[in-house]
């Protein structure tokens, strides 16, 4: 079992930059690899970058490609999103999500959520 907590959304002008967290607890949490994920208003949730837990390979959407950084400290426990240069089209609400599948693809099925996290992006 593995619990996932969001944290760092918040409200940004168009150009700023947010920094998500994803805090993961359990006794396997560090295994798992991590998506980032996004629900725009109106939209289906789609990810938007993971990061596997052996290799630490990292992936993006081609809609945040060079905008966001994902990366995990040292005990693989916190997940981080670091968002920049943002657009209004980034505004959804995150979640972040662990499957036990040791690469990373932003298309596979995930075993546990967290509840989210709200990003704005507007003048």
């Known amino acids: 079992q593995v619990r996932l907590v969001e944290s760092g959304g918040g409200k940004v002008e168009p150009g700023g930059s947010l920094r998500l967290s994803c805090e993961a607890s359990g006794v396997s949490a560090h295994l798992y690899t991590i998506t980032w994920f996004r629900q725009a208003p109106g939209s289906a949730r789609a990810g938007v970058s993971c990061i596997s837990y052996r290799d630490r390979r990292t992936r993006y959407s081609d809609s945040v490609k060079g905008r966001f950084t994902i990366s995990r400290d040292s005990a693989g426990r916190t997940v981080y999103l670091q968002m920049d240069n943002l657009r209004p089209e980034d505004t959804g609400i995150y979640y972040c999500?662990?499957?036990?599948?040791?690469?990373?693809?932003?298309?596979?099925?995930?075993?546990?959520w967290g509840e989210g996290t709200p990003g704005t992006v507007s003048s």
């Open positions: 999500a662990a499957t036990g599948v040791h690469y990373c693809d932003l298309g596979q099925r995930m075993d546990y």
